[in-house]
């Protein structure tokens, strides 16, 4: 409990720290739009193709699963878009991406802190955390709802695929089931939930990469770690936006 507290201590300070006006603005635009490209425009083509696959996946199962002659055909176009709109697209791609983003920023933040580049920032008098960490923060938030539109597109596109593979299922079916009861805020409540994921994965990454003692082995456990806090920070995260944004 006392370390739990104390690490809670930590990152409060640490973010306290890096939310702050930066010092020099073309550095932080020029830091920023290398952090957009590294951890957002780099993880595109592991969005499209997951959201392809599982769209599809989706889509499979579901036809699988209705027997009863009383359930339309179009329901299957109708699950397969509230399934991606609500929670796959938001909260399950944050999830992939908090192992690929979160252990990308936590090995890197935390290799500069070993090699003592970090150390020699604070001697210099630049506010380290500041200069390394609120790029990566705000790249993630911006690029994030790109990333989640993407993959809601992708998906949804992934189940327009399938349709053509399931039985008595026709394209036309498929569209209606789309476009079946559609509410527009289900967009904006993923995307909203994807902006407050983004900073859990950016600020708790670096959080456990910035405070890495020892070595190389202790870079490898810093990004284990940040990958699994995160994870679990998403969910609690995605309980209590649910609660608050659909209740």
């Not at 936590?106 to 200069?131: F, H, K, L, P, W």
Request: overall charge neutral; proline content about 2%.
């Amino acid at each position: 409990m006392n370390k739990a507290l104390h690490q809670l201590g930590e990152y409060a300070l640490l973010m306290r720290k890096s939310i702050t006006i930066p010092d020099r603005w073309s550095m932080f635009f020029k830091q920023l739009i290398k952090e957009i490209y590294k951890l957002g425009v780099d993880s595109l083509w592991i969005v499209i193709i997951i959201s392809v696959f599982i769209g599809s996946v989706i889509a499979i199962q579901i036809s699988l699963n209705i027997d009863s002659p009383l359930i339309p055909r179009f329901t299957i176009g109708y699950m397969t878009r509230e399934i991606i709109l609500l929670e796959f697209s938001s909260s399950i791609m944050c999830l992939i991406l908090a192992g690929k983003v979160g252990s990308n920023i936590a090995s890197e933040i935390g290799t500069m802190r070993v090699t003592e580049q970090v150390d020699a920032m604070e001697i210099m008098g630049v506010n380290s955390a500041n200069y390394m960490i609120l790029p990566k923060i705000v790249g993630l938030m911006m690029f994030i709802p790109v990333l989640v539109i993407f993959s809601m597109f992708t998906g949804i596109l992934g189940g327009v695929a399938a349709s053509s593979l399931i039985d008595g299922m026709s394209l036309t079916d498929f569209e209606y089931g789309l476009q079946y009861w559609y509410v527009p805020f289900y967009v904006w409540y993923s995307i909203i939930k994807s902006v407050i994921y983004a900073f859990i994965i950016a600020s708790i990454s670096s959080y456990f990469g910035y405070y890495v003692k020892g070595g190389a082995l202790e870079v490898g456990k810093a990004s284990t770690n940040a990958v699994v806090t995160s994870s679990v920070m998403i969910l609690l995260a995605d309980v209590i936006l649910t609660q608050l944004l659909l209740t």
